[in-house]
């Protein structure tokens, strides 16, 4: 593959340029070709340097009013323009034309207040507590924070044995390089102090044996001289490795260091231990006997010690204990936080070093529910001292955002550049599939997805099954199957559940039926996927006289507390809308061949079951609905209205009632162009119009829902196209 350049910090000429191409004359300013994580784009080989030549670049940040030449609108509008006609004005061929910055700060998608705000702590070192969803950015505007702070601040820390004590080890912290410098001036001062101590020591030696060889040619006693030869040979090995262990047990231990060369530590202490988060002191299994290895020695630092003048980033917070936190807080506080042993049954228990440097800028994130396991001082000291920040799921469908995510596309093609996982470019079909797949996972119209780490994967599945092609470029196709191979969990269940239930028989959709449904939901809405995974629902519904009086409602299905609590609304709007005393029936409500139904997006399904149960008037098989419901009898938005749609298609069902207040949200594949009817509702009246088939109290029905429902759902726009 080629390289092209980057787009970086002395290339301000190419930031403000149209997406369509700019000229540049005279010679070409290159970065060296370094590798780092985000590798770069490709290009032709370097023209001589006094050669005047035209550069085509296409800039990923086109800021200026070209934009609205080309596209009719201005470039932070949310577009109306679909992407395949978007695209094609852009004129470029493939993601090799698009230039990625160097600094990773530059990379971010979609988060310019999170990038502000870590600019503003860079320089001011403030911590920073960041929610949101997973796959949306964090650790990457975490880890972008090294590039801003100061490398002159760097320290490498030391620690040094405790004459006086031993078990309380000394502590130094001295500028960034120089720690192994010291160790290796005391190691060498070591040598030559042992060197010269053994010469004399083997002097001494050699003169006692001298003698002790003359006293024996005297005396003539062979044995006396062995034994005493190898009492001297003995004694001078004692005493030489004696002097060697107690002169270097003075050497002092390189705790943190760091190369005056290399950014600040990025430590990323996420899911870790006690020991590894707050440092600790390793068991010595000899504490005795002249074998046992120095205090200092055994000392360990944690990940605060080595974020020291850097950054310490943990994710999901509320994981860590709260004795952690708290001693989190302290290391915050003082910017020193002594190394002991972790462990009671350790001989390490024992030891506890001088306050050991840690000053570094916390970036704590974690998804919303993190806030409520963080120990209130933690978070009070974060908000004191530094920023909050809710980092989005979403952006404006704009032309610059299209941009921003056609060059997310190129740094994931350069991020594995020159691996064994290379994947080639992607071709302008590829790219608008992605930018379209962004679009659906959004869940809402004008907006495109920032969860970027499920978009990167597919951007890998398709470039991988290119790769197995051959091919010089990943295309539409490519990015389509690769749609299909990487369906979630929870769609392939789902998948499997509609065939099943087709088998079976257990999927109705034509014909019509009294007290009979055909519900939407999704699968593993809380699974902190952008992807949702729908499946069409059947419920029924049965309402049988009460015997004894007090009539009941019962529903099956492993219902959630909040589902439970919608079918008690229901039955509020059925008595009040049916004007019915439900008190006198039992009412059954089946979920059929579900377990675990959670939400209220089946509200108006169920509703639509029980009247038609106690007016007794059929309900049309090719028709599904979605859509939760107040107790007035009005249709209120639900999530996830897309994947519902397709689902319902999938299983055969082409009309589709859906709440109006949805229907800006419809994101649907071009597969379901003509083939799907949505229909918009307001209220429970409108539900039953399209949903009971025409009967003799079908007319009366509607009519009497109609006249008691207050309309209170604001107009929307009904226009609806597929992307």
């Not at 502590?171 to 120089?178: H, K, L, N, T």
């Not at 707050?278 to 944690?302: I, K, N, W, Y």
């Not at 807080?329 to 390490?348: C, D, H, I, K, Y």
């Not at 994931?412 to 608008?432: C, K, M, N, S, W």
Request: charge should be negative.
């Amino acid at each position: 593959m080629h390289q092209t350049p980057r787009l970086h910090d002395g290339a301000e000429s190419l930031k403000g340029e149209a997406s369509t191409g700019l000229t540049v004359s005279g010679e070409s300013d290159m970065p060296s070709s370094e590798s780092t994580d985000e590798a770069v784009g490709s290009a032709d080989a370097m023209p001589p340097e006094d050669a005047d030549v035209e550069v085509t670049v296409w800039s990923a940040e086109s800021g200026d009013a070209s934009d609205e030449a080309i596209l009719g609108q201005a470039g932070d509008d949310v577009l109306q323009t679909t992407v395949e006609a978007w695209i094609g004005d852009l004129g470029m061929t493939s993601t090799r034309e698009v230039p990625v910055p160097d600094r990773l700060v530059d990379q971010v998608i979609g988060q310019e207040a999170g990038s502000v705000i870590i600019r503003k702590a860079a320089e001011q070192r403030r911590h920073m507590l960041m929610i949101g969803d997973p796959g949306t950015g964090k650790s990457m505007l975490a880890r972008s924070m090294t590039e801003l702070l100061p490398r002159d601040a760097l320290e490498d820390v030391l620690v040094y044995p405790n004459e006086e004590d031993e078990n309380e080890p000394r502590v130094r912290s001295v500028p960034a390089g120089r720690g192994d410098r010291i160790v290796k001036v005391q190691k060498e001062a070591i040598r030559v102090q042992r060197e010269k101590t053994q010469r004399m020591l083997l002097i001494g030696f050699v003169a006692v044996a001298f003698l002790l060889a003359i006293a024996t040619l005297q005396s003539g006693d062979i044995v006396t001289l062995l034994f005493g030869m190898f009492l001297l040979t003995f004694g001078y090995m004692f005493l030489r490795s004696r002097l060697g262990a107690a002169d270097e047990s003075r050497i002092p231990k390189v705790l943190v260091k760091h190369d005056t060369k290399e950014l600040p530590p990025f430590v990323d202490a996420t899911a870790t231990l006690s020991g590894a988060l707050l440092g600790d002191v390793r068991h010595d299994p000899f504490q005795s006997g002249g074998m046992e290895t120095p205090a200092h020695e055994r000392v360990e630092p944690g990940a605060i010690h080595r974020a020291h003048k850097g950054v310490l980033y943990i994710d999901e917070i509320n994981l860590l204990r709260l004795e952690e936190q708290q001693a989190l807080l302290t290391a915050m506080q003082e910017r020193a936080f002594p190394v002991s042993g972790r462990s009671e049954r350790s001989s390490g228990a024992l030891t506890k070093t001088e306050p050991v440097p840690c000053d570094f800028i916390l970036i704590a994130a974690g998804n919303l529910d993190a806030i409520q396991g963080m120990h209130p001082a933690l978070r009070s000291r974060i908000r004191g001292y530094g920023y909050e920040v809710y980092v989005n799921s979403e952006m404006p469908d704009t032309a610059r955002n299209r941009r921003r995510l056609i060059r997310f596309i190129a740094q994931e093609v350069y991020r594995d550049q020159d691996t064994l996982r290379e994947i080639p470019h992607f071709d302008v079909g590829g790219v608008a599939a992605i930018l379209k797949e962004a679009q659906r996972r959004s869940g809402r119209r004008g907006k495109l997805s920032l969860r970027l780490r499920e978009l990167g994967g597919l951007v890998r599945i398709a470039g991988d099954l290119a790769i197995e092609e051959g091919a010089e470029l990943t295309t539409a196709d490519h990015v389509i199957r690769a749609r299909s191979i990487a369906k979630p969990l929870e769609q392939q269940v789902a998948d499997r559940m509609i065939e099943r239930r087709r088998d079976y028989s257990l999927l109705v959709n034509s014909g019509e039926r009294i007290g009979r449904v055909n519900g939407l939901a999704v699968l593993g809405a809380n699974s902190g996927l952008s992807d949702f995974s729908g499946i069409m629902l059947p419920v029924e519904a049965l309402v049988t006289p009460s015997q004894g009086g007090g009539g009941k409602i019962h529903a099956t299905g492993g219902l959630s507390d909040l589902a439970k609590e919608s079918v008690t609304n229901v039955s509020a709007v059925v008595k009040k809308l049916t004007g019915k005393d439900v008190s006198d029936y039992d009412i059954h409500i089946q979920f059929v061949d579900t377990h675990g139904v959670d939400g209220d997006s089946a509200s108006i399904t169920i509703a639509t079951a029980i009247i038609s149960a106690i007016e007794n008037i059929p309900i049309r098989q090719d028709l599904a609905m979605t859509g939760s419901l107040s107790v007035r009898g009005e249709v209120l938005p639900i999530g996830g209205v897309t994947a519902k749609i397709e689902a319902a298609g999938h299983a055969g069902v082409r009309t589709v009632i859906i709440p109006r207040s949805n229907l800006q949200d419809v994101v649907l594949d071009h597969q379901w162009e003509g083939k799907v009817e949505i229909i918009p509702v307001d209220t429970l009246d409108e539900v039953m119009e399209h949903a009971l088939i025409k009967h003799e109290q079908k007319a009366s029905l509607v009519e009497r829902l109609g006249g008691i429902i207050d309309r209170l759902t604001p107009e929307i726009s009904s226009n609806v196209r597929p992307v």
